[in-house]
């Protein structure tokens, strides 16, 4: 199916361990993004791709990173996971209307 | 500091009325506005969008509003359907050249349509 898949959907880690999240997506598209949901936030962008291997900071990038190997692949990576970290993580794709195609999200509980 | 805000966490209307949701920005430089409409367990889906230089935008029972001197937008869904039910999130688009399409997005607005 055509558009983005988010794994896992639901993972449960311990605090100081690394996790990490994938995104895939089959729409070409260039541009990739993280986002976090949080309540009261809203949806908070965590890092960014502008390209294979080009990535940068969002709003909320402390304790995370980023890797682009290839334009479909787009990879979050909790370092070293803490309690504040627990969130749904989305991935989204920017398609040429300007709107984005988010995955499904993956509801992460650090513990 | 929030560019984008919702004041609203919830709004609950009746089934047939109109149901509005409100937007407030700070930043003169987006040029692009969207609501996305997200259900439980589920990512957000696109559902209305309009340019900087448009007042309005309709699509069916959608219509999005932009008051560019007040910065507020807001999205009426007329008539109001259960299916609605859902968390609605305004975002904006910064014009700046380095932007990247990155999007803002405010806290979201959980909207329930009682039949």
């Known amino acids: 199916d055509a558009g983005i898949t988010q794994s896992p959907r639901h993972k449960v880690t311990e605090t100081g361990t690394p996790v990490t999240l994938r995104c895939h997506q089959t729409e070409n598209h260039r541009y990739m993004y993280w986002y976090r949901q949080d309540p009261g936030h809203g949806l908070r962008l965590i890092h960014y791709s502008y390209g294979v291997k080009d990535t940068d900071k969002g709003e909320v990038s402390d304790g995370y990173s980023v890797s682009r190997s290839k334009t479909e692949d787009f990879l979050l990576t909790l370092e070293s996971a803490t309690s504040s970290q627990t969130s749904v993580y989305f991935c989204?794709?920017?398609?040429?209307?300007?709107?984005?195609?988010f995955g499904s999200g993956t509801r992460l509980t650090v513990v | 500091d929030q560019q984008v805000k919702q004041n609203s966490p919830s709004l609950s209307v009746q089934e047939g009325r109109i149901s509005i949701l409100n937007c407030d920005y700070t930043n003169s430089m987006f040029d692009y506005f969207l609501w996305y409409k997200k259900y439980p367990a589920e990512g957000p889906t696109f559902l209305i969008s309009?340019?900087?230089?448009?007042d309005k935008n309709e699509d069916g029972r959608f219509t999005v509003f932009l008051n560019k001197s007040a910065k507020h937008l807001s999205l009426h869904i007329v008539p109001s359907q259960p299916g609605d039910s859902a968390v609605y999130f305004c975002?904006?688009?910064?014009?700046?050249?380095?932007?990247?399409?990155?999007?803002?997005f405010g806290q979201g607005t959980i909207l329930t349509v009682h039949p």
């Open positions: 989204a794709s920017l398609g040429e209307d300007y709107g984005y195609t």
């Open positions: 309009i340019s900087s230089i448009k």
């Open positions: 975002a904006a688009r910064d014009a700046g050249g380095t932007s990247y399409g990155k999007l803002t």
